[in-house]
């Protein structure tokens, strides 16, 4: 029996363990934060060994894989050798997006992280609101640094109240892709700007192009703000969360998201766009082998989706659709943009400055473009040899870059703090749509209860 | 005389101490954190910051998702564990026998304990993928099998029973080469056939292997998460939300974890009770 009592209990103790495993990783998470610092001041005094001019290290987190990664670390390595203020930049990739802002979040409780981070798109409300940056404004405006360089449609997404709080670094905005050899095989030379307009063609595609799918149309909450940026509505209350903190969405409110639904569910429902999965990449495979038409997504996808195709067929590049014929908005950018944090060095946010101004030069900008597809952020990158010779080679990218410029500030996209919780919301409640073959009214309602909670509740908490 | 019966009573207690204070960090402290701040309502910093009472408790109670959390949990568990213990038992029989190409074939069927479920679900990701995928190129089907909420949660389910089923197999293995020779040859000398062998004296003689395996797959699978974190997300709509997911994305996606923190303590309390009751089955089933 006794034997019986101790094996209960060590069972117990392992049911416990998925218990423990909750809290510990916040924890966990801290250890690793305080390791990485710990290494970077190690790394510091060494630096201070050996220089005597003043030296100063920097840490920079950044959430850039593979190819990408590999573009930062020669950017940062070629600044490493040609600043001469003696500055030390620490690279460290954290892992995604979301990884690193919840990396940073662990770590800015034992208030110690890095000086300068790249942060996605949607963390930009929370960031401003956390309280521990130094608005990019500020050091701008200390070095008397022209804003005009950075491209204004760019810019107008990290500019809250004329003030700018982060530079933009990798900025991408959505593409229409669509597989030139099949629109010739149907007579359609008109490519379409709309969702209804690809309706339109959706037979004459399948029937006479012999596409499998018309469109692969991936189910990711970032197009559907997309298509309401292209509506012209606001995703949420108070100026789109930019003149106040948004206390709700608007998308239910003025309608913009039940019109995007409908039109969504209308493709779905002809068999035009069936559901391909989740996130940004999960239409590019049917795409890339010749199955789909046309499918959706990010600039920065151009170069992956060109390699894959590999020759197989032409692939045509257009604006990011719109939801009705006569929508006159344009896109917001998504992306990342690198934030400077407050640790009260002035030394150190010196060393930051002349980082992120190398980061953001013509010359760097366009070696990154031309490495990674993201937009050169600051215009007089244009001019580059480097930008005009990947301009040659991918004559794609000029839509992208057309795209952007004919798209205006006021199209600059939400702020809101719980972001990444409400894109999740909106991918699951599409799925539901199309699953269960509920109302598009229905799904927008359902979408805007759960954010608005959401809202409702960081709110109360973090005052 | 006194020192020797004070270091009697109380001496076993000093070789306890260590073990304790490694459980007490890692397992006590955390525990109790959680119950502490599945009471409370946590800020964008993870701290609490309004004391809610059985507040969290209340909302998962009448929420749906919440159910349909545990719903999906439940035949998860299912499929895996009957899964998981059936291709270990089938592999362990097999392989009970010495034929040439055996060691390939135990390497082989123990494998699936070595491979992380991650890397796992990425190359099933690729295998199940409707128009690239080769499992329907192979069936010619044209099955969305990880976007149509109908198939999602069964392959989830599939690949975490054969995620599982390697370790079984070792412990089926290892309970099998237990069972004394002799009494199948009494059994055949008796006349018995295979079939009777193995109902009669086989099953039998694993049955203690068996129900250990048992409970700690139950565990097990209660606890995946890596599979459903790369494969679905929790999707299509909620049809593979398994709950250590839902926990996960409350407390590090959505930063709440005082809801996160109740939802383990819920998830604790179910796997105590069924262990529980699981033991008390265990008298009736299992032959010692």
Redesign the interface.
């Known amino acids: 029996m006794n034997k019986?009592i101790t094996?209960?209990m060590l069972?117990?103790?392992?049911?416990?363990?998925?218990?423990?495993?909750?809290?510990?990783?916040?924890s966990a998470a801290g250890t690793t934060a305080a390791q990485n610092t710990a290494g970077t001041t190690a790394a510091g005094s060494a630096e201070a060994g050996t220089t005597a001019a003043g030296p100063t290290t920097i840490t920079f987190w950044h959430s850039m894989g593979g190819v990408n990664g590999e573009a930062i670390d020669y950017l940062v390595n070629k600044f490493n050798t040609e600043n001469t203020q003696g500055i030390t930049v620490e690279a460290q990739y954290q892992g995604s997006y979301?990884d690193a802002i919840?990396k940073l979040?662990?770590a800015?409780?034992g208030n110690m992280g890095a000086d300068l981070v790249q942060i996605y798109d949607i963390g930009t409300r929370?960031m401003i609101?956390?309280g521990w940056v130094v608005p990019m404004q500020e050091l701008v405006d200390a070095d008397g640094w022209d804003l005009k360089q950075v491209e204004p449609n760019i810019a107008a997404y990290y500019t809250v109240d004329n003030t700018l709080y982060s530079m933009p670094f990798n900025s991408s905005t959505p593409l229409m892709y669509y597989n030139k050899d099949m629109f010739d095989k149907a007579g359609i030379t008109e490519i379409p700007d709309s969702l209804p307009g690809i309706e339109a063609i959706g037979e004459d595609l399948i029937n006479k192009g012999g596409a499998?799918e018309v469109m692969s149309l991936a189910i990711y909450g970032w197009f559907f703000e997309q298509f309401t940026c292209k509506q012209q509505q606001a995703y949420a209350n108070n100026g789109n969360g930019r003149t106040d903190v948004a206390t709700a969405v608007d998308f239910d409110q003025n309608g913009a998201g039940a019109k995007t639904l409908t039109a969504w569910k209308s493709l779905y429902d002809k068999g035009f766009a069936?559901?391909?999965?989740?996130?940004g990449d999960a239409g590019l495979?049917?795409f890339s082998?010749g199955?789909s038409a046309i499918t959706l997504g990010s600039t920065a996808s151009l170069k992956q989706i060109l390699n894959d195709v590999n020759g197989k067929f032409e692939v045509g590049t257009a604006y990011f659709p719109k939801v009705s014929a006569d929508d006159k908005g344009g896109v917001s950018i998504g992306g990342g943009s690198l934030w400077a944090l407050n640790n009260e060095d002035t030394a150190k946010q010196k060393a930051t400055w002349e980082f992120v101004k190398f980061l953001v030069s013509a010359e760097s900008q366009a070696y990154w473009n031309a490495q990674t597809g993201y937009f050169p952020v600051t215009t007089a990158a244009h001019d580059e040899p480097v930008f005009k010779e990947n301009i040659a080679k991918y004559p794609q990218f000029m839509t992208a870059i057309e795209q952007l410029h004919d798209s205006t500030p006021e199209s600059a996209g939400a702020l809101l703090?719980?972001f990444?919780?409400a894109r999740?919301v909106v991918?699951?409640e599409i799925?539901?749509m199309l699953?269960?073959g509920s109302q598009p009214e229905a799904a927008a309602d359902a979408m805007a209860k759960q954010i608005n909670k959401?809202i409702e509740?960081?709110n109360?908490?973090?005052e | 005389m006194k020192d020797k019966s004070l270091i009697k009573r109380f001496g076993a207690y000093g070789y306890v101490v260590p073990a304790m204070l490694v459980f007490a960090v890692f397992l006590f402290y955390p525990f109790f954190k959680t119950i502490y701040l599945s009471m409370y309502k946590t800020n964008k910093m993870g701290e609490a910051k309004l004391f809610v009472g059985l507040g969290n408790y209340i909302d998962l109670l009448t929420s749906k998702s919440f159910y349909n959390s545990i719903a999906v949990t439940v035949i998860f568990v299912l499929i895996v564990v009957t899964g998981s213990m059936l291709l270990g038992l089938i592999a362990a029989v097999l392989c009970n026998k010495t034929f040439p190409g055996i060691r390939f074939f135990s390497t082989a069927y123990a494998l699936p304990m070595a491979i992380a479920s991650s890397s796992a679900a990425m190359i099933f990701k690729i295998m199940l993928h409707p128009s690239i995928g080769i499992v329907n190129k192979l069936l010619h089907l044209d099955i969305n099998w990880i976007n149509d909420p109908k198939y999602a949660l069964v392959c989830v389910a599939v690949l975490t029973a054969w995620l599982n089923s390697g370790i079984n197999f070792l412990y089926f293995s290892a309970g099998l080469s237990n069972i004394d020779e002799s009494i199948y040859e009494r059994a055949s000398v008796d006349g018995a056939n295979e079939v009777q062998k193995f109902f009669q004296l086989t099953l039998p003689g694993l049955s203690p292997i068996m129900f250990y395996t048992l409970v700690v797959n139950i565990i097990q699978a209660f606890q995946s998460f890596g599979q459903v974190k790369v494969l679905t997300q929790g999707g299509p709509g909620e049809s593979t939300n398994l709950i250590v997911y839902s926990i996960y994305r409350d407390a590090f996606f959505n930063f709440r974890f005082g809801s996160a923190a109740a939802q383990s303590v819920i998830l604790f309390a179910l796997i105590m009770c069924l262990t529980l009751v699981m033991f008390k089955v265990e008298k009736k089933g299992v032959q010692y």
């Open positions: 019986r094996a209960v069972t117990a103790a392992m049911a416990a363990g998925s218990l423990a495993g909750c809290s510990g990783g916040s979301d919840n979040k662990s800015q409780i929370f609101d956390s499998g069936p559901n391909v999965g989740r996130g495979a049917d082998s199955k703090s719980i990444p919780e999740k991918e699951t799925e539901n699953n269960s959401a509740e960081y109360l908490l973090n």
